[in-house]
């Protein structure tokens, strides 16, 4: 029977992670898939999750299972982190999930249930797994204006102009912060007029937060999906902890999905349950467990919000620096942009040709829509990469 498959296309970004694993240069730079990496290179396992980890290791005297919705202590926690109170929990279903990519595939799958004509809308760009995912599953999917080209920031007005054709029902699925590829995001007056649009026609907002303390700060960054639950009825968020915490191998993720009241939450956790286990049974726990302490213990969190910080600190850093060495260069302030983006990416704007020759003469990667990897730049690097930016004539 496999002789009946088809190829499936490659997904961008882990193809350039084999292209360059492949590449024999010692001066490689990597800005390709977002993952955070120290001065040295390394993506270092974060002192609170060592912590806990050995603590965990020390007290952990059962592997067995715990439920289809994962421990409701980590739901807890999560909804504690991304919402701080903005709705009322008895509103809130919750499910763990493998992975930021798991919540937004089990919210994709509950829309699917429960309205399987519904339009999903998404930002233009977007991160290239939502319309793969949407397609796998044979939704419905449209596109709003996002991205400036000119200005490199947001098109707010083509944006407003494309969720004005948003029909009742249908999904909108925003980036909560730290937009992935373009690293522009909305104002909060931006967000305000959003909310109010969306409301206005009638839509159920999705909102995918995967980077949370990534850009303004932990609370900083969830202001607008804090904003978005509370005003409306219905709502869902896919929150990942693979950066935040630095975990991304362990899947840790956790999709909400908010209703008018208590008795419709109780519906979709049966339903958000029921796709757990057709699916893959149980999360996976080893991460989740791992968050749950961190944000439970006063002294592991204040440590993993420090480290984080830290974090934070190094990629606006670079961005600073990334932007003052282009201002140098080319005498002119048309790179400004890269310092007011936020979060790990950011979009330069340029096309396929000129990342593919900055990647065969520099040996830099980046995705091929020019969108780079701040944190996998170093104050050794951003000088190289400048230069390489102003002769690839971008
Ligand atoms: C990215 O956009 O690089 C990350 O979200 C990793 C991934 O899975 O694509």
Redesign the pocket.
Known sequence: MFETLRDQPA?K??MLMQTYKADPRTDKIDL????YKDPTGLTPVMRAVKAAEKRLYETQDTKTYVGLAGDPAFADAMIGLVLDGAVARDRIAAVATP???GAIRQALELIRLAAPTATVWLSNPT???HPSIIKYLGMKSAEYRYFDEATRGVDFAGLMEDLGHVSTGDVVLLHGCCH??TGANLSADQWAEVIALLKKRGAVPFVDI?YQGFGDGLDADAQATRMVAAAFDECLIAA?C??NFGI?RERTGLLMAIGKDAAQAKLSQANLNFLNRQNFSFPPDHGARIVTMILTDPALRADWEAELEEVRGTMLGLRKQLADELRRLTNSDRFDFIAHHRG??SRIGTTPDKVEKMRADNGIYM?SDS?M?IAGLNTATVPILARAIVDAGV
């Open positions: 997904d970004i882990l390709g898939v977002g993952v992975g930021g990519t991160w290239p797994n992935n590829p995967a990942s693979s950066k991304y790990m990416f995705v969108r990897n």
